[in-house]
């Protein structure tokens, strides 16, 4: 299970979102409340429940500087680095689709 720390800064709502790992979920919320929180949480859970391995998670932003958060939130949580996670911006993943 995720750090225990960072679940108790999370809503209800939020908890939930982060502990389902049967089948797909749409989050959807405004700006500011806590999506990016809940994503990065959810996937270190998925990896950490072994539902997935890391080179099997793709998450996609439309800013470098968000990539770069999401990528920094779910090293932190994992505590390992997360190279081969697929965690970038439209552009920059399809760029790696179409380098492979």
Avoid: C
Avoid at 8 to 13: R, V
Avoid at 23 to 36: D, E, N, Q, R, Y
Avoid at 92 to 97: F, Q
């Amino acid at each position: 299970m995720v750090n225990s720390e960072y679940l108790k800064n999370l809503n209800k709502s939020q908890k939930e979102a982060v502990m389902h790992l049967d089948g797909p979920l749409l989050i959807v919320a405004g700006a500011g409340s806590g999506k990016t929180k809940v994503l990065t949480t959810r996937i270190a859970n998925i990896i950490r429940e072994r539902k997935a391995f890391p080179n099997q998670i793709l998450a996609v932003t439309f800013t470098n500087k968000a990539a770069l958060e999401m990528k920094s939130r779910v090293s932190e949580l994992l505590n390992y680095p997360i190279d081969r996670m697929w965690i970038g911006t439209f552009h920059s993943i399809s760029v790696k689709i179409l380098r492979k």
